[in-house]
């Protein structure tokens, strides 16, 4: 499976960001598609994610402003950031996880988003 994202950037405290993500290749389900981030020196942490069956998880950072969905018939994630804030500052990176055979677990190569005054 290889993730292509899209939709970083650089904006002011209080913009939005649409974030995507597409998957090609087969994806089994049950699965699990999501978003995590790094900061610089700071580790990589799950921002949202959300599973085959539409259940959703989210950072308690970003509850109430960022929204994570899926398009499973396009294989993509979106992630609407709205409200954003400098410390949301960080490389974003799409995940893909099948959670039965084969149990692959694949990563994006990243997308920079900077919130700036």
């Known amino acids: 499976v290889q993730l292509v994202e899209s939709g970083g950037g650089s904006v002011q405290p209080g913009e939005s960001l649409r974030l995507s993500c597409a998957a090609s290749?087969?994806?089994?389900?049950?699965?699990?598609m999501g978003w995590y981030r790094q900061a610089p020196g700071k580790q990589r942490e799950l921002v949202a994610d959300?599973?085959?069956?539409?259940?959703?998880n989210y950072a308690d950072s970003v509850k109430g402003r960022f929204t994570v969905s899926r398009d499973n018939a396009k294989n993509t994630v979106y992630l609407q950031m709205n409200s954003l804030k400098p410390e949301d500052t960080a490389v974003y990176y799409c995940?893909?996880?099948?959670?039965?055979?084969?149990?692959?677990?694949?990563w994006g190569q990243g997308t920079q988003v900077t919130v700036s005054s």
């Open positions: 995940n893909v996880k099948e959670t039965s055979w084969p149990y692959s677990d694949s």
């Open positions: 290749g087969i994806i089994f389900s049950p699965n699990v």
């Open positions: 959300i599973i085959s069956g539409g259940i959703v």
